[in-house]
């Protein structure tokens, strides 16, 4: 469309960029509010894990409860922390940031970088749409899994309370996404602390435990893991797919890496969560050894009686902190899908003024609630939703050590047998969780594949249709050179104010341009072809944002450079053309902006499946006139019919 560049799709509209980490080592003095800030918004998804992993795996897997397994899980579940959390993320991807930034767009963007061959590029950027696409299927189960587990510790209390469990959890869930418009910055501040209370608990209900049978702390011998594939071989890999639910929300450390830096979520990992973790972990165990009639639900068992209200409140209240931060991952995630152009445009609202990766997406708010209903009302139990839930967090997982793995060898220059020896051990790790929940596919792993399925189709099918649209509209454009030869003093017409006209290519007319000469007969006195590039890094340096060329006769060529993080404000950055001698008074400036009108084609272009996917997609798209702040009132739209 000439409104844009092929690449900026889409964006975000509303306040100036806040400015964010560098991924630098962040002073010495904000180091414990960073921590803090950490536990809060990165740990609410693994640290709410015990609720429900010793017991699922041990539910429905047919495996005895007998000490032999009870300490071959516990020392598959410990050595999962350490080696696919600590190791894998905290002390390895997490190195690859893209200025500061993490999260699978930013790994595919620098492995993008490391690659020169066409198709190399092509496969790395699938697979990071493909874990997008799985992060969305997460997003879903994440609360409603989270939040109805807390809220089924009501049975531990009293078993009268059982029917109004599913009741309960949608009426937090409905309220959570409620609040979602408020932004997570107003309660930001008590996140924190919530979850620091909640480690804190883990950790003491455990110790308790483990005090009392200090024996289960023969678990770190990884053997008790290998002996327990020796003794039940195909049951013991089906537990995986139990044991990998531990791990869920690993992601999210390097995800998030932006808002903190690496230093604080790996201080608060190491020193805080992954004890905690740990402890509640043996501690529930070592119950489980010696009082196995508590694996009903062995989390909320580790409390004395009248510790166990308190206790389905304070996990009710880390899993909505959970919940949010995945809910929250998933709009920043859209968000940046928005400003690459893998999504259409839509309203993105910013929640703070000083945290620009707070933003709340109305659309993808509603779809979201409506989902996780479904599931809390379709599963009905904790239980029956682990059996959905880890496929797509490892296939994301796998899909990150592949793209880690090319990062190492292309950018950080390892030697390429040390990437096979370390990252071939990683991936096999990775393949044989997903091969396990795979087999959860029958029982609902069937429906975060399907949501994904969904999304990388509709993803895939909007970036391919830019491009052939971007084709279409410029295959017999008029090179912009040629065109300023054919202007004189007399004709066209020239009118007083300045005109922008926005175009995905700057070497050529844009359309509106050559629609206003003929149907208006005039040109303004000044006019300003503008092109808006969306870049692969989360910000631009301020020296390379703008660029303006004077091309003569009274015309200007401004390139506006944004990063997938920030604002494309045009107003705001038009203010900097100043420097360049380029004055605006956004009182005498129009702005036109092409529209177009898809139809199907009838050869070649889009498959014919796509076509009506694609087209409904550009009805739902936001104007670029929201998309791009401009002042409604300065808009003129210039419409063509395209066939796709």
């Known amino acids: 469309m000439d409104s844009a560049n092929q690449q900026t799709g889409n964006g975000p509209n509303g306040a100036a960029p806040a400015t964010a980490p560098t991924g630098h080592p962040p002073q010495a003095n904000r180091m414990p509010a960073l921590v803090l800030g950490a536990l809060g918004v990165v740990y609410g998804d693994i640290g709410t894990s015990p609720l429900y992993t010793m017991r699922e795996s041990f539910t429905h897997t047919g495996l005895p409860l007998d000490e032999p397994t009870i300490l071959g899980i516990l020392s598959l579940a410990t050595w999962a922390l350490i080696i696919v959390v600590t190791l894998k993320y905290v002390l390895l991807v997490m190195r690859a940031d893209n200025k500061g930034e993490g999260g699978v767009l930013a790994l595919g963007t620098l492995a993008h970088r490391g690659l020169s061959s066409t198709m190399g590029n092509r496969a790395i950027m699938a697979l990071a749409i493909l874990g997008m696409a799985l992060f969305y299927g997460d997003s879903l189960i994440t609360p409603a899994i989270s ?18 469990i599913v009741p309960i959890t949608l009426a937090v869930l409905t309220l959570l996404f409620l609040f979602q418009r408020q932004g997570t910055g107003r309660v930001g501040i008590f996140f924190g602390p919530i979850m620091g209370l909640w480690f804190a608990t883990l950790a003491v209900l455990g110790l308790m435990q483990i005090l009392h049978w200090p024996d289960v702390l023969r678990a770190f011998n990884p053997l008790y893991g290998a002996a327990l594939f020796a003794d039940h071989g195909w049951v013991a890999f089906l537990t995986l797919g139990a044991v990998v639910l531990a791990v869920t929300g690993a992601e999210a450390l390097y995800a998030d890496m932006g808002h903190f830096g690496r230093t604080p979520i790996r201080i608060a990992w190491l020193y805080l969560v992954l004890p905690a973790l740990l402890l509640n972990y043996f501690g529930q165990g070592a119950m489980l050894l010696h009082e196995p009639e508590t694996l009903e639900n062995p989390f909320f068992h580790l409390a004395p009686d009248w510790a166990q209200l308190p206790l389905v409140l304070l996990s009710t209240a880390a899993t909505v902190i959970a919940s949010q931060a995945v809910i929250s ?36 708010n509603w779809l979201l609630l409506v989902g996780v209903v479904i599931l809390v009302v379709g599963f009905g139990s904790s239980s029956n939703l682990a059996a959905a839930y880890g496929v797509s967090v490892t296939g994301a997982m796998a899909i990150d050590t592949i793209l880690a793995a090319v990062v190492a060898w292309r950018l950080w220059r390892w030697n390429p ?36 399925a969904a999304v990388y189709t509709l993803m895939t099918t909007w970036r391919r249709g830019r491009r ?7 295959a017999d454009a008029l090179p912009m050179d040629l065109f300023l030869q054919r202007v004189s003093p007399q004709s066209p017409q020239r009118v007083a104010g300045t005109a922008v006209f926005m175009t995905g290519n700057p070497d050529v007319v844009p359309h509106a341009l050559l629609h206003n000469i003929k149907h208006n007969r005039v040109l303004h006195e000044r006019v300003v072809v503008m092109t808006v590039i969306i870049e692969e890094v989360p910000r631009v340096a301020p020296d390379r944002a703008v660029m303006v060329e004077k091309l003569g006769k009274g015309f200007f060529r401004v390139v506006l450079r944004f990063g997938y993080l920030e604002q494309p404000h045009i107003p705001r950055a038009l203010e900097r053309c100043r420097r360049f001698g380029l004055h605006l008074d956004m009182m005498e400036t129009s702005f036109f902006l092409g529209r177009e ?29 929201e998309f791009f702040c401009i002042p409604p009132g300065r808009v003129v739209e210039l419409g063509t019919q395209v066939e796709i």
């Open 417 to 452: 047998l040390l990437v096979v020896a370390a990252f071939s051990i990683l991936l096999v790790i990775d393949l044989a969780l997903f091969g396990a929940t795979l087999l959860k596919v029958p029982d609902g792993g069937w429906f975060p594949l399907l949501i994904a």
């Open 147 to 164: 939040v109805l587990s807390a809220v089924e510790g009501l049975k531990v209390v009293t078993p009268a309370l059982s029917p109004y």
């Open 329 to 364: 991952g998933a709009f920043s995630l859209t968000r940046q899908a928005v400003q690459l152009g893998y999504l259409p445009r839509r309203e993105i609202r910013h929640t703070s003024e000083h945290e620009i990766g707070q933003v709340y997406i109305p659309r993808n």
């Open 597 to 625: 009108t898809l139809i199907p084609s009838r050869t070649t272009g889009l498959p014919g499946w796509r076509e009506p996917a694609f087209i409904l997609l550009s009805k739902t798209a936001l104007s670029a006139t």
């Open 468 to 474: 052939i649209l971007a084709d279409r509209l410029y």
